[in-house]
């Protein structure tokens, strides 16, 4: 079970859109949608995001948008805040009720 | 409103056990709807899932730290627990309990974390 590959680290303006990628296998991504998406902010817990590739859970920001081809998910983040500056971790259901996470990554506004 | 709060020693001596609760709050922990999960955090890394538990008391571990982990629920006390046996130095880590939802196998509430250090 490897962790899936995200990019260490994406910027944007305020008002772009920005997207982040998290790659994984037929095992993993590619094999199951059940691709979620977390955001944490500095010495703060991981907020649910994104659940089952694209949904959004009650009271996310519909700048929130996800997406996944292949064995590769997406995030993708609009009209970019300076409250959106966080990291993003990707996860993955990897079959017999195990997880896997994405390396993280680190998004500067 | 459902909360969950992680609980347990913040240094632990290598080669020795980690045990750390997860006291849930506000809910129940005996809902088919949810599981309960373990997720760690080495200082400026990223997540590792560790292990998960149903409501049945099935638990279900990360292959890596399968044979050091244990994860046990008490329903009475709307708590579950974690035990990592032998640590060392890269055990060392914010240890968060989280809920997991069923119908849509993300993990929707999280404990704030709790830091533990492993030294001597």
């Known amino acids: 079970q490897s962790a899936l590959t995200q990019p260490a680290s994406v910027s944007g303006s305020p008002g772009q859109s920005i997207t982040i990628s998290c790659t994984g296998t037929s095992s993993d991504v590619g094999g199951y949608n059940y691709v979620s998406w977390y955001q944490q902010h500095p010495g703060k817990a991981p907020k649910l995001m994104i659940c089952?590739?694209?949904k959004r859970p009650s009271g996310v920001s519909n700048r929130f948008s996800g997406s996944k081809s292949g064995n590769t998910a997406s995030l993708t983040i609009s009209g970019l805040q300076a409250e959106d500056e966080a990291d993003y971790y990707c996860c993955s259901y990897a079959g017999s009720n195990t997880w896997v996470f994405g390396g993280g990554t680190k998004l500067t506004v | 409103q459902l909360q969950l709060q992680e609980s347990g020693p913040g240094l632990v001596k290598p080669s020795e056990t980690l045990s750390l609760t997860c006291t849930v709050s506000g809910g129940s922990i005996s809902s088919r709807s949810y599981y309960w999960g373990w997720i760690r955090q080495p200082p400026g890394k990223g997540l590792e899932w560790i292990g998960t538990?149903?409501?049945?008391?099935?638990?279900y571990y990360n292959p890596s730290l399968k044979s050091r982990v244990t994860i046990s629920v008490d329903t009475s006390k709307t708590q579950f627990s974690l035990k990592l046996s032998s640590v060392t130095a890269a055990d060392t880590a914010v240890y968060y309990c989280a809920r997991g939802a069923v119908i849509d196998d993300a993990f929707d509430m999280w404990g704030q974390g709790t830091m533990v250090t492993v030294s001597s």
């Open positions: 538990i149903y409501y049945t008391g099935s638990t």
């Open positions: 089952d590739v694209n």
